[in-house]
């Protein structure tokens, strides 16, 4: 089993930046058969949506409402995948879940993706 667990929340000002990592664990093999990560928040009270996904490849997708403040990157050597966010809002206030599915990326945010992390919190003070 792949475990993800996720770092970096915390409490920021609107304007300031927070960088979340998450660091996969468990077989070599199972780890390796990843191709989609992706980040995903839920606010209080508000369905999770999608926020940035990337392929094995690189190729990467945003909401629309994170595009160029949030970016998604990934390191394979070292099995982690990160989200700069710069520009913070208080309405990107929410926890921030990882996500990982053995399957490529799709063009629609996939919330059944086959493992997930337990989130980190992201509060954003105006």
């Known amino acids: 089993q792949v475990q993800l667990v996720e770092s970096g929340g915390g409490s920021v000002q609107a304007g300031g930046s927070l960088r979340l990592s998450c660091a996969a664990f468990?077989?070599?093999?199972?780890?390796?058969?990843?191709?989609?990560m992706g980040w995903f928040r839920q606010a209080p009270g508000k369905e999770r949506e999608g926020v940035a996904t990337i392929d094995r490849d690189g190729t990467t997708k945003y909401a629309d409402s994170v595009k160029g403040r949030f970016t998604i990157s990934q390191d394979n050597a070292k099995n982690t995948l990160y989200l700069q966010m710069n520009s913070l809002k208080p309405e990107d206030t929410a926890m921030y879940y990882c996500?990982?599915?053995?399957?490529?990326?799709?063009?629609?945010?996939?919330?059944?993706?086959?493992?997930w992390g337990k989130g980190t919190l992201v509060t954003i003070s105006s």
């Open positions: 996500a990982a599915d053995l399957a490529y990326c799709s063009e629609l945010w996939n919330y059944d993706m086959d493992y």
């Open positions: 468990g077989p070599t093999y199972k780890i390796d058969w990843i191709d989609c």
